[in-house]
T-cell receptor
Framework: AQSVAQPEDQVNVAEGNPLTVKCTYSVSGNPYLFWYVQYPNRGLQFLLKYITGDNLVKGSYGFEAEFNKSQTSFHLKKPSALVSDSALYFCAVRDIRAGGYQKVTFGTGTKLQVIP | SAVISQKPSRDICQRGTSLTIQCQVDSQVTMMFWYRQQPGQSLTLIATANQGSEATYESGFVIDKFPISRPNLTFSTLTVSNMSPEDSSIYLC???????????FGPGTRLTVT
């Protein structure tokens, strides 16, 4: 079985400061990892993904995430937070194995609050 | 990416009635998914819908309660049947695009059952 943990329900950061939203995962096979963002009263938007290759992946709105296999982590980062980044962030994992579709498992979400 | 629309965007329904939620995609996709989300909480997969076959339901969800149709490659419906206040939630549809592994989501349907 696969799982995702987001240990922080909420992260507060001052505008202009770097931000990190944490995610750890557990899968049997090779992990495909994703970050999604949900703005108030909106559906989820895809931010970035790690499939293979460079451990540092870049995505939309200046976000990036670092895949760390030994720590089974995929933390979301941004060098300088904006008030408009305030939203609910979900980490997700997909265990891709040969022979069929594998469903996506979402974390519990982390509310990011950027303080002006 | 994909543009996904859902109807209705929100509804308030009485206990015991049924509501059908529509999901329309602007491109042909093989797999469509239906999720339920309590406001501010995580997503729970209800079922996966492939065109031309029966939907696959997750544990805790049954076809009699959540019948799904998938008549073509761009459209799906989810019906919430015999509703109770516990069904109050946000219902989201999503799709996989060919060649990608990320999902794209509709804006959601906010359902309140009174």
């Amino acid at each position: 079985a696969q799982s995702v943990a987001q240990p922080e329900d909420q992260v507060n950061v001052a505008e202009g400061n770097p931000l990190t939203v944490k995610c750890t995962y557990s899968v049997s096979g090779n992990p495909y990892l994703f970050w999604y963002v949900q703005y108030p009263n909106r559906g989820l938007q895809f931010l970035l993904k790690y499939i293979t290759g460079d451990n540092l992946v870049k995505g939309s709105y200046g976000f990036e995430a670092e895949f760390n296999k030994s720590q089974t982590s995929f933390h979301l980062k941004k060098p300088s937070a904006l008030v408009s980044d305030s939203a609910l962030y979900f980490c997700a994992v997909r265990d891709i194995r040969a022979g069929g579709y594998q469903k996506v498992t979402f974390g519990t979400g982390t509310k990011l609050q950027v303080i002006p | 990416s994909a543009v996904i629309s859902q109807k209705p965007s929100r509804d308030i329904c009485q206990r015991g009635t049924s509501l059908t939620i529509q999901c329309q995609v602007d491109s042909q996709v093989t797999m469509m998914f239906w999720y339920r989300q309590q406001p501010g909480q995580s997503l729970t997969l209800i079922a996966t819908a492939n065109q031309g076959s029966e939907a696959t339901y997750e544990s805790g969800f049954v076809i009699d309660k959540f019948p799904i149709s998938r008549p073509n490659l761009t459209f799906s419906t989810l019906t919430v049947s015999n509703m109770s206040p516990e069904d109050s939630s946000i219902y989201l549809c999503s799709v996989d695009l060919p060649g990608g592994y990320e999902q794209y989501f509709g804006p959601g349907t906010r359902l309140t059952v009174t």
